[in-house]
C-alpha cells in the first residue's frame, strides 16, 4: 500500500472536538506535542506567553498555507514542502517579534528556530488537520493551539512563582521557594504533574457523562 494511502486510512476515524482539543486531547499535556520549548523556556510568566505567541504564530501562518499543497505529490515530499514553508514564514515573524520585543525574541535562542520542525507542522498537519474541511481545519488548527498555549502559560506561571516566590518581579511573600524549578529537571517535572492531572480530570468528566 502506497505511503500517502496509509496516511489517509490512519486518521480517516479522527473527529474535531474543540473542547477535547483544550482538556482530553490537549496537545502538551495530553499528547506530550512540543514539550522541549515548553521545558526549556516557559521559566517564567513572560517568557511563556512569548513561546506561546511565537508558536501560534509560525504555526497558524505554516499550516493555512501548506493546506493548498496538493495531496497527488509524494507523502515524503509534502512533509518536505510543510518544513520549507515554515522556515520562510519564520523570517518575517522573527523580525516582526525583534522589532516589538528585541532582548525577549533574541533569548529565545536556539528554541525560536526549533518551532519549525514542531509537531503541529510536521506530523499533526497530515494526521489531524488536512483530513478536514477549510472550516473545520481552521476551527481545529485554532482550538488546538489555543490548548497549547494554554497548558504553556499555566506551566510559565507555577514555575515563575515556585522558583522565585513571585510573579514579574513582584514578590508574594511565598515563605518556601524551590528555585529548581525554573531549570529545565524542573519543568518536565511540572508538566508531568500537570498531565497526570489532566488524566484525572478528564477520567471524572468521562465517568459523569456515562
Same mark, same amino acid.
Given at each position: 500500500?502506497?505511503? #500517502?494511502?496509509?496516511? #489517509?486510512?490512519?486518521?480517516?476515524?479522527?473527529?474535531?472536538?474543540?473542547?477535547?482539543?483544550?482538556?482530553?486531547?490537549?496537545?502538551?499535556?495530553?499528547?506530550?506535542?512540543?514539550?522541549?520549548?515548553?521545558?526549556?523556556?516557559?521559566?517564567?510568566?513572560?517568557?511563556?506567553?512569548?513561546?506561546?505567541?511565537?508558536? *501560534?504564530?509560525?504555526?497558524?501562518?505554516?499550516?493555512?498555507?501548506?493546506?493548498?499543497?496538493p495531496r497527488k505529490i509524494?507523502?515524503?515530499?509534502?512533509?518536505?514542502?510543510?518544513?520549507?514553508?515554515?522556515?520562510?514564514? +519564520?523570517?518575517?515573524?522573527?523580525?516582526? +517579534?525583534?522589532?516589538?520585543?528585541?532582548?525577549?525574541?533574541?533569548?529565545?535562542?536556539?528554541?525560536?528556530?526549533?518551532?519549525?520542525?514542531?509537531?503541529?507542522?510536521?506530523?499533526?498537519?497530515?494526521? #489531524?488537520? +488536512?483530513?478536514?474541511?477549510?472550516?473545520?481545519?481552521?476551527?481545529?488548527?485554532?482550538?488546538?493551539?489555543?490548548?497549547?498555549?494554554?497548558?504553556?502559560?499555566?506551566?510559565?506561571?507555577?514555575?515563575?512563582?515556585?522558583?522565585?516566590?513571585?510573579?514579574?518581579? #513582584?514578590?508574594?511573600?511565598?515563605?518556601? *521557594?524551590?528555585?529548581?524549578?525554573?531549570?529545565?529537571?524542573?519543568?518536565?517535572?511540572?508538566?508531568?504533574?500537570?498531565?497526570?492531572?489532566?488524566?484525572?480530570?478528564?477520567?471524572?468528566?468521562?465517568?459523569?457523562?456515562?
Amino acid at each position: 500500500m502506497p505511503e #500517502q494511502d496509509q496516511t #489517509q486510512n490512519k486518521t480517516s476515524d479522527y473527529k474535531f472536538s474543540p473542547a477535547a482539543n483544550f482538556l482530553r486531547k490537549n496537545p502538551l499535556l495530553a499528547c506530550g506535542l512540543a514539550v522541549s520549548p515548553a521545558v526549556l523556556y516557559a521559566n517564567t510568566l513572560e517568557n511563556a506567553i512569548i513561546l506561546s505567541m511565537f508558536m *501560534t504564530a509560525l504555526t497558524f501562518l505554516s499550516l493555512t498555507i501548506s493546506s493548498f499543497i496538493p495531496r497527488k505529490i509524494v507523502y515524503t515530499s509534502r512533509v518536505i514542502l510543510y518544513t520549507l514553508i515554515g522556515a520562510l514564514m +519564520f523570517v518575517p515573524i522573527y523580525i516582526l +517579534f525583534s522589532k516589538i520585543m528585541p532582548e525577549k525574541t533574541v533569548s529565545m535562542g536556539i528554541i525560536a528556530p526549533l518551532l519549525i520542525t514542531n509537531p503541529f507542522i510536521v506530523s499533526r498537519s497530515e494526521l #489531524q488537520f +488536512f483530513r478536514e474541511s477549510k472550516g473545520k481545519m481552521f476551527a481545529d488548527i485554532l482550538t488546538t493551539l489555543a490548548g497549547y498555549d494554554i497548558a504553556v502559560i499555566i506551566i510559565g506561571f507555577i514555575r515563575e512563582l515556585l522558583s522565585t516566590g513571585g510573579i514579574g518581579g #513582584q514578590l508574594y511573600g511565598i515563605k518556601y *521557594t524551590f528555585s529548581g524549578i525554573g531549570f529545565p529537571f524542573g519543568g518536565f517535572i511540572i508538566v508531568g504533574l500537570l498531565a497526570a492531572a489532566v488524566r484525572l480530570i478528564s477520567r471524572f468528566f468521562r465517568r459523569k457523562t456515562k
